[in-house]
Every structure is written in structure tokens, then in C-alpha cells.
């Protein structure tokens, strides 16, 4: 049974940079994408991006192109997600989520990481 | 404004059946299959239905879902407490992103 662990809370200014980690066990990690999904307070779901370990590259949202950077690490079964250029829209709970199709970055999402609360915050 | 619509609020007795609909357009729902995920308060959300109408494992029967052209629909029989939730769609887009539905929040009266 795959678990998903994510790195603590963070508090961060204005025009930062936050890296949130995502540490896979218990299942194969290389052939399952890892998404990330963020959610605003009191608000929806938000898809960020994704990526499969084994092909190594990214796929992101348009709305945060050029400001995510989302890599994983297979000899450590961690993924990473970066976000740049931090402003206080940015508060929100990020959560990874693997891929329910080996190889494919479409599908499901099944199971979720417990969340990441990340407050930009002057 | 979310790309896939829900409705904001629904509401049941226990017992009740209550649907939650889920409205997109071609290039998403028409093309792409839907998943529907529960969030309980306070919590990540948890996959509920798969690929339109397909229960992961551990999920009760009373929770369905189905699809029809560009629009999908989530169904709860015999509606209980513990079943007060956000509930929120997904589909892939033809241009490989993923579109969430805004949610729908649940209330068992």
C-alpha cells in the first residue's frame, strides 16, 4: 500500500521561494506520476503540475508555468515541487498525489499526501 | 471560476439518495473519463470513483457515478452522516491538464 509523506508546514515572504517534498513507501514510485495540487483557504482544488519519475520530465498548468518546478529523486522515491516568486495568493495547502496508470501522467489520483500548509506571509 | 461546474451546496436526509452533477465540454469530459473525490474536513482528499463509474476498493456501494456526454453525475444512496463532505470532480483536458470541478459541499440534515 502506497503512502505519501509530505515536509512540514512553512512560513514564507513575499517574493520567496518554497520547496515541498513528497517521500513515497510502501510501492513502486519510478512508474506512477506524481501530481501536485494546491488548495487556497476555504477554496477548490487547484492542479499544478506533474510528473513520472522514470521519464523525468514535468508537466505543468499554464497558470503556473515558468514559476513551478516539479522534479522527483527515484533513489530516494521523493518528489519535489517548487513555487517561485511567492505572493500571498500563494497560501494555500499544497498536496502531492500519485497517478493511478503506470507510465501515463493521465488518470486518477490515488492516495494523497497528508498536505503541506505553506503561508506567505511579510 | 472552475472550468467543470457543480453545484455549491447539496443537501439530504439519512437515507436519502442525493446526486451531484458535474458539467464540462468536449474537450474535457466529452474526451476524457471523470473522478470524483471526497474531502472530509480537515483532511486530503480520497478518490471515491474512477475512470466514471469504477470503485476503488474499500469505497461502499452506495456511492456511484456516471457519465453522459459532457456532463457526469455522482450518486449517494441510503445517505449517512459520515458521508458530509466536499465532493469534487476531475477530468483531463485534450491539452494534459487536470480540471477540478469548484465542489460541492454536502450537508446531511
Known amino acids: 500500500q502506497v503512502q505519501l509523506v509530505q515536509s512540514g508546514a512553512e512560513v514564507k515572504k513575499p517574493g520567496s521561494s518554497v520547496k515541498v517534498s513528497c517521500k513515497a513507501s510502501?510501492?513502486?514510485?519510478?512508474?506512477?506520476?506524481i501530481s501536485w495540487v494546491r488548495q487556497a483557504p476555504g477554496q477548490g482544488l487547484e492542479w499544478m503540475g506533474g510528473?513520472?519519475?522514470?521519464?523525468?520530465?514535468?508537466n505543468y498548468a499554464q497558470k503556473f508555468q515558468g514559476r513551478v518546478t516539479i522534479t522527483a529523486d527515484e533513489s530516494t522515491s521523493t518528489a519535489y515541487m517548487e513555487l517561485s516568486s511567492l505572493r500571498s495568493e500563494d497560501t494555500a495547502v499544497y498536496y502531492c498525489?500519485?497517478?493511478?496508470?503506470?507510465?501515463?501522467?493521465?488518470?486518477?489520483?490515488?492516495?494523497w499526501g497528508q498536505g503541506t500548509l505553506v503561508t506567505v506571509s511579510s | 471560476q472552475s472550468v467543470l461546474t457543480q453545484p455549491p451546496s447539496a443537501s439530504g436526509t439519512p437515507g436519502q439518495r442525493v446526486t451531484i452533477s458535474c458539467s464540462g465540454s468536449s474537450s474535457n469530459i466529452g474526451s476524457n473519463t471523470v473522478n470524483w473525490y471526497q474531502q472530509l474536513p480537515g483532511t486530503a482528499p480520497k478518490l471515491l470513483i474512477y475512470s466514471n463509474n469504477q470503485r476503488p476498493s474499500g469505497v461502499p456501494d452506495r456511492f456511484s457515478g456516471s457519465k453522459s456526454g459532457t456532463s457526469a453525475s455522482l450518486a449517494i444512496s441510503g445517505l449517512q452522516s459520515e458521508d458530509e463532505a466536499d465532493y469534487y470532480c476531475a477530468a483531463w483536458d485534450d491539452s494534459l491538464n487536470v480540471l477540478f470541478g469548484g465542489g460541492t459541499k454536502l450537508t446531511v440534515l
Open positions: 510528473i513520472i519519475p522514470i521519464f523525468g520530465t514535468a
Open positions: 498525489a500519485r497517478g493511478g496508470i503506470a507510465a501515463r501522467l493521465v488518470g486518477w489520483f490515488d492516495p
Open positions: 510502501g510501492g513502486t514510485f519510478s512508474s506512477y506520476a
